[in-house]
């Protein structure tokens, strides 16, 4: 039964006084998509345009006033697409910002190409026969290119520049600013005087590289983003807000307002914060606490989003809408856990503070003491100006960034989505490990444990009776039903399921409903969920189980000398054998939020960096707290939003796979900087003693450049247990924007 | 040396002719979907007999990119 949406909020005006919405596709996977969901799409009446984007796997449609929205998401349905609208307004103006950098890029590569044109022509007649008069003309042509041309290529730098120094910072753009502004202007003089040498190819080369540097970092991190958007919206998060009339219609979470009365049927997932108005349930609030029994709730008792509703419907009164489903002391914890972190000083920043001072006051030493050495004051300011283009700080500004890139695009590969562009340096100084139990080393869906010696019949029958149920424990039983759904199942509020099959009575439930005793063999931590057959009753355990990898991964993990702890909200008894399982000494049971903080800051005082991983509500101030994060795209939003990197899937493999891909990313870095300092020892006393011409500048600029974007490749190399073909997809894809940016 | 009053202009000329049809490629939207592009090439839409009715009526025909910009 299709039930009417109400998508309206998503839903925009497109300059054509068209109707449009954005919609995240999920599944779509080979070429044919593309024209079945583009056809199909436009096939319904009044639809205008349909338009797929293959690389975000988003469809933008616009239509006159015959459709509505749900009609298209229940027609991608029906081609067999899960989708769900959402609203890009961020992307939209990142969206834009890539597609400035990239003019940007083309009009550095254009006047480069230009002028590197008329200075070879200038080199080699340098050495042969040119008069000084064509000399010149061939430098005012190559002012009359690069000066336009910096001003509009140069503004990324310039405006970076510009804000760092108004609020007293220094970066690394501040000194690519003053090498190009100093390098256009020295030319331009040597130009007038009729000297022989003119740096404006250095100047725009050294804009060239530094732009497709950028370029590419923020490509990388807008398409994780895209990703990560897609991910979020599919989820598709909708609540039952009930009219003025009583009636209820699904919305969108975002469309919630405080005060609105939503109904959360049993089985479903509470949407939003809220205080119950009528109806009476238990509560699975594992993603809120860690807590892996259900509460009781009554009249008046608080729930939160992302907990999973029981046997019972609810009225809930919204408290708090759309993204501020957070719950108060969580969010008083977390806001101190952030104030307190302070800023980590990224590894790029710190050597532009120590460099920046260190370049200006060599060339300023440099030029005092020319002067004193005799030499005039022309001559002591070239020299002095040599000194600014040739430390430039190319190769130093592509050192970290290039490594970032391609290190992001193989963990993105790998199902790792990375928030903060840090997280790779701070990530490879970790040596402590703290996993949170629910949902993290476990699954987030429960699964079933049979009891030895279980009647297959009965678990079969089982499963046929759980699939009418809407309760969650149900859930985990359904797959094992042994036939279609059982015709005229009752559900008996707060107690379970019955049935007659076969004229024999059959209940499945609490143990109390099914007159079951408390069996011995099963796991301590499980819920138990009881049926009921004539005399015949079984027992089943339904328990969180671990990802399947969780154990290989813990044991890579401590191979690599880390040490890896347990920090849970849920019990003792819950925790214990997870811990036992996965050969973990160090745990912590029926933590709250303030706890882990605590925990953490006792890790902290040892001297310990903590990687944190963890999914739940109760985990985000501790993520915030920990030097490095992690969760789980199965997480709570607002856990997600505070995570450096989220991974994707069943597999705890990403987590590894970020330890082990942040450790070569950092130790790239560290040999790129070592890289550009070497080339700064060699080429500096060159350019003190006067030997540097525009050719020198030109090959040492682009050969360091070159050097360390080649040795940032690397990154992608496959660890040992990555696929073979990881390694040749980053290295092609940043060759190809290069040559489309050169066109 | 008279062959450069035409030959550096003629140079630049067509340096600026490959920036602005960069330019241009870039503002109809031609680098927004990569991927995309690489695998539309293979869409059969476009051929006649594929299902499609007369090109009189339909504009499955026409080149997609032009016009419909998001």
Not at chain 1, 450 to 479: I, K
Request: hydrophobic share 50%.
């Amino acid at each position: 039964m299709a039930e009417a949406i109400d998508y309206s909020i998503f839903v925009a005006r497109s300059e054509d006084g068209l109707a449009q919405m954005s919609l995240a596709v999920d599944g779509i996977d080979c070429a044919a998509c593309i024209a079945e969901i583009e056809d199909g799409v436009k096939a319904l009446p009044g639809v205008v345009r349909a338009r797929l984007n293959y690389s975000t796997h988003r469809l933008t449609v616009a239509w006159r006033e015959e459709t509505s929205p749900d009609r298209v998401v229940s027609q991608l349905e029906a081609l067999g697409y899960r989708a769900h609208p959402f609203a890009g307004r961020a992307e939209e103006s990142e969206a834009r910002h890539a597609r400035w950098l990239l003019r940007c890029l083309g009009v550095a590569g254009f006047a480069a190409m230009n002028i590197m044109l008329l200075s070879v022509s200038v080199w080699s007649g340098n050495v042969t026969d040119i008069t000084p008069e064509t000399r010149d003309f061939f430098h005012w042509v190559s002012a009359l290119i690069a000066l336009p041309a910096a001003a509009y290529a140069g503004q990324p730098f310039f405006q970076s520049a510009f804000r760092a120094v108004r609020s007293g910072r220094l970066n690394m753009d501040v000194p690519i600013t003053i090498g190009v502004t100093l390098a256009l202007g020295m030319s331009v003089l040597e130009t007038a005087l009729s000297q022989p040498h003119a740096y404006f190819d250095s100047a725009i080369m050294l804009l060239f590289f530094l732009l497709a540097g950028r370029y590419l970092d923020h490509e990388a991190r807008r398409r994780t983003r895209a990703t990560a958007g897609n991910i979020a919206a599919l989820r598709g998060e909708m609540a039952h807000r009930l009219g003025a009339d009583g009636v209820p219609v699904l919305v969108p979470v975002q469309a919630l307002q405080p005060g609105d009365t939503i109904l959360v049927a049993p089985g479903e997932r509470v949407a939003a914060d809220g205080v119950i108005a009528s109806g009476q349930s238990s509560i699975d609030e594992s993603l809120v606490t860690g807590e892996t029994l259900p509460r009781a709730l009554k009249r008046g008792d608080a729930v939160y989003a992302g907990s999973l509703n029981g046997e019972g419907a609810l009225h809930l009164t919204v408290t708090a809408g759309g993204e501020n489903t957070l719950v108060d002391d969580v969010q008083r914890l977390l806001d101190g856990a952030l104030a307190e972190k302070g800023a980590y000083v990224r590894l790029a920043d710190r050597v532009a503070r120590l460099y920046a001072p260190m370049v200006h006051l060599t060339a300023l030493v440099s030029a005092i003491g020319w002067l004193l050495a005799g030499a005039d004051l022309h001559h002591a300011v070239m020299i002095a100006v040599a000194v600014l283009i040739i430390t430039c700080p190319c190769a130093l500004a592509l050192a970290v960034p290039a490594v970032q890139v391609t290190a992001t695009g193989r963990l993105f590969r790998a199902g790792l989505l990375i928030n903060a562009g840090d997280m790779l340096e701070r990530l490879a100084a970790v040596d402590t490990v703290v996993f949170d139990k629910t949902g993290t080393l476990t699954l987030p869906e429960p699964a079933l444990a049979l009891p030895r010696g279980a009647d297959r019949a009965l678990v079969g029958l089982a499963g046929r009776l759980a699939l009418s149920s809407r309760h969650p424990l149900a859930r985990a039983l359904a797959p094992r039903a042994d036939g279609p759904a059982i015709e005229g199942v009752t559900e008996v509020s707060g107690q379970g399921v019955e049935a007659v099959v076969d004229g024999e009575a059959v209940r499945l439930g609490s143990l109390a409903f099914c007159g079951a005793a408390l069996p011995a063999d099963l796991p301590s931590g499980a819920s138990l969920i009881a049926l009921r057959r004539g005399a015949r009753t079984l027992v089943l355990g339904v328990e969180q189980a671990l990802r399947p990898d969780a154990l290989e991964v813990v044991d890579a993990l401590k191979a690599r000398g880390l040490e890896v702890r347990i920090l849970s909200g849920d019990r003792e008894a819950a925790v214990v054998p997870v811990a036992q399982a996965l050969g973990i000494a160090h745990w912590e049971a029926g933590l709250k939020p303030a706890d882990k903080i605590a925990a953490l800051d006792r890790l902290k005082a040892d001297g310990r960096r903590v990687l944190m991983v963890g999914d739940g509500l109760n985990d985000a101030p501790a993520l915030a707290a920990a030097a490095v994060s992690l969760s789980p795209a199965t997480g709570a939003a607002v856990t997600q939003a505070h995570a450096d990197a989220v991974f994707l899937g069943r597999r705890l493999a990403p987590v590894l796979a970020a330890v082990d891909g942040a450790r070569v990313a950092a130790r790239l870095m560290r040999q790129n900087l070592a890289i550009a300092v070497l080339y700064n020892v060699i080429a500096v006393p060159l350019a003190i003693a006067g030997f540097v011409t525009p050719l020198v500048a030109a090959l040492a600029m682009s050969g360091s450049s070159i050097l360390v974007t080649v040795n940032a490749l690397r990154a992608a190399r496959p660890g040992r247990k990555d696929e073979a073909s990881d390694a040749a997809a980053p290295a092609g894809g940043d060759a190809r924007t290069l040559e489309e940016a050169a066109a | 040396m008279n062959v450069l009053v035409y030959l550096l202009p003629l140079a630049l000329l067509l340096g600026l002719t490959g920036l602005f049809a960069f330019l241009w490629s870039l503002k109809s939207g031609q680098y927004d979907d990569l991927d995309g592009a690489a695998v539309r090439v293979l869409s059969d839409d476009d051929l006649p007999g594929s299902g499609a009715p007369p090109a009189s009526t339909s504009p499955a025909g026409l080149p997609r990119s032009g016009a419909s910009k998001p």
